[in-house]
């Protein structure tokens, strides 16, 4: 049974540019979160999807978005990357709202 | 919104003693408080949670306890290891909201 996956694992990107971060949810799981976490911080929610729709969001400014898909699979987008936006960008899915999250290994992503 | 604290920031304990690790929360309508175990570059990883209707929870070595009235759950681990270290965080799902509040994370480090 397989966990959450996420891809990639590494990105190194410049300021200015747009990345795409890819999520896969625990089978069985539909309900897809997004966490940015800095280093030495605990985990800070970007937003959830639920039903291909954006659920709730975080205090993230709207150049992070995302998609999810109709088998569950979930994208995050972040367009004109400032330096700190570098950070460890988790995934965490569930069976449906306030049931356990579980979470990927992460994408580092790194703002030259 | 939510407000988590979370002490201490740094734990040092020898092999075989206990270690307590505590949460304050500031919304006492939230219901459910996990704990996740972070070692260096990887997921956090789920190892113990609780809901509100209870007061107490064990699996093993690692138990959670919740004060509703004080507002505050902590993480008890006993006859600890050296692969318990790693960094611990709770997390708080406040009422009407599907994204987890985070602690900012206790580092613990069991001396062998």
């Known amino acids: 049974d397989a966990g959450v996956t996420q891809s990639p694992t590494h990105l190194i990107k410049t300021r200015g540019q747009q990345v795409t971060l890819r999520c896969s949810p625990k089978?069985?799981?539909?309900?897809v979160s997004w966490y940015q976490q800095a280093l030495g911080q605990g985990p800070q929610f970007i937003f959830q999807?639920?039903?291909?729709?954006?659920?709730q969001r975080g205090n993230f400014p709207d150049r992070f978005s995302g998609h999810q898909f109709p088998n569950y699979s979930s994208e995050l987008n972040v367009n004109a990357l400032l330096l700190g936006d570098s950070a460890l960008y988790l995934c965490?899915?569930?069976?449906?709202?306030?049931?356990?999250?579980?979470f990927g290994d992460g994408t580092r992503l790194s703002i030259l | 919104g939510e407000n988590v604290e979370q002490h201490p920031s740094t734990l040092s304990v020898q092999e075989g003693d206990s270690a307590v690790i505590k949460c304050t929360y500031s919304?006492?309508?939230?219901?459910?408080f996990p704990w996740y175990k972070q070692e260096l570059g990887k997921r956090p990883q789920l190892i113990i949670d609780?809901?509100?209707?209870?007061g107490e929870k064990k699996d093993q070595r690692i138990a959670v306890t919740l004060n509703k009235t004080a507002k505050h759950f902590s993480l008890h681990i006993t006859e600890t290891q050296p692969e318990d270290s790693a960094v611990y965080f709770c997390?708080?799902?406040?009422?009407?909201?599907?994204?987890?509040?985070f602690g900012s994370g206790t580092r613990l480090q069991v001396q062998p």
């Open positions: 089978s069985g799981h539909d309900t």
């Open positions: 609780i809901r509100s209707n209870v």
């Open positions: 965490a899915s569930s069976l449906a709202e306030g049931q356990p999250q579980h």
């Open positions: 919304d006492s309508a939230s219901n459910y």
């Open positions: 997390a708080v799902l406040p009422p009407g909201r599907r994204a987890l509040t």
């Open positions: 999807y639920y039903e291909e729709e954006e659920r």
